[in-house]
């Protein structure tokens, strides 16, 4: 490892970090990590600035996890923090240019390290702090009942993996207004209705002794509710930035409508619902960050949906239930026993929707194991890669 921005602030591991730069550094790398969408506030720079002083910064390791101990509060957080780390405390002249207080633009030295960053990040590199609070409070985004935008109607058409933090934080503004239309479908129950086609014989009993010799008839009708909505969302490696945006629509979702229960999968099988519940979602996604041990990585579709089957689906799946699927379909297990659990689960669902982000390529063909193992057994394929996507579903849900 070179002379790098670490090694620039001490000689040595005794060093007071409010006497040396690296208290404006920390100061300066927190400000990049909350450019560009981490939660950063000051508490955290001061407690990143005292932990320095306590531990050092002889070995780069130490400080790479202190740091990271600090900053880092979600699963979901850790690779856009690897990637900002990395870049900012390897070449101190990317900072060179940023102004001591507001951060203005911050111009390059090294175009490549950009190539090699997430957009966000590189975002958060080029523009300045307050461009992005000024274009956050100017540009709002107002949905109607009708499931449409009024507003930037092109934000809903660009990849959630290609957008920028500001983007990003739009569009979860977006899908929390999103309401989810399903269609009502008729239960055992029956609720009184005069013109209803049946006639409810014991409320025409109990007229008919209050009438005395008349026989006043009374109707009834099926009760009408929309049908359980269970989704299983994944959140291995390769759907980590998608599965961020979807656990947002899945809060939104449970928080809008009862019987929603949403399951996240990677290597096993959680249940989620009761931390969605929360009113708030940052709780709500800490909660779940705590309950999730697998996040971003392998994948066992077919194991996790065994497990599905065996526990869960005789709980949640009745009364015509909806079933969604968010999966690339891509299985670390070579798709081994997948085709008959899929089976299985279509059976016991009154409708099998599968969302898959891959579909956004115009050339996308089922090779993958998986993918095959699962497609014959779904009644709908479409794409979930961004906000036009989720309207599409909604006017698929609401469909009979």
Known sequence: MGVDLIQANSTSDNFDPAAS??????????????????PVGPDRVLDAVT?????????REDFYWCMFALFVNRADQRTLFDQAFHIFWRNPRIMDRLMSAMLPTVRVENEQDLEEMSRRLADAMKSGVTEQLKEQESDEIELDAAFTYSKREVLQKIDFEQMTAAELAEAKKAIKHLRLPIMDVPTR???????????DMRATLRASLRAGNAIPLKFKRPRRRHPTLVILCDISGSMNRYS?????????????RDRVHTFVFATRLTNISRHLRHRDVDVALDNV???????????????????FNARWSRR?????AITLIISDGLDRDEAAGLEGQMERLSKSTKRLIWLNP??????????AKGIKAMLPWVDDFRSSHNLASLVEL???????
């Open 244 to 256: 961020r945006m979807f656990l947002h629509f899945m809060h939104a979702v449970t928080n809008d």
């Open 51 to 59: 932990a320095v002083k306590t531990i050092g910064i002889g070995i």
């Open 394 to 400: 909604g006017r698929v849900l609401s469909r009979d």
């Open 289 to 307: 960050a705590d309950a999730v041990n697998d996040w971003a990585g392998g994948t066992r579709i077919g194991a996790c949906l065994k497990e």
């Open 358 to 367: 891959l579909l956004r390529y115009e050339g996308f063909e089922a090779r």
């Open 316 to 320: 949640v799946l009745g009364q015509a």
């Open 21 to 38: 730069r690296m208290a404006e550094n920390i100061l300066y790398f927190a400000r990049l990590l909350r450019s560009a969408g981490m």
């Open 189 to 199: 129950r029956f609720i009184r209705d005069n013109r209803g086609a049946q006639i």
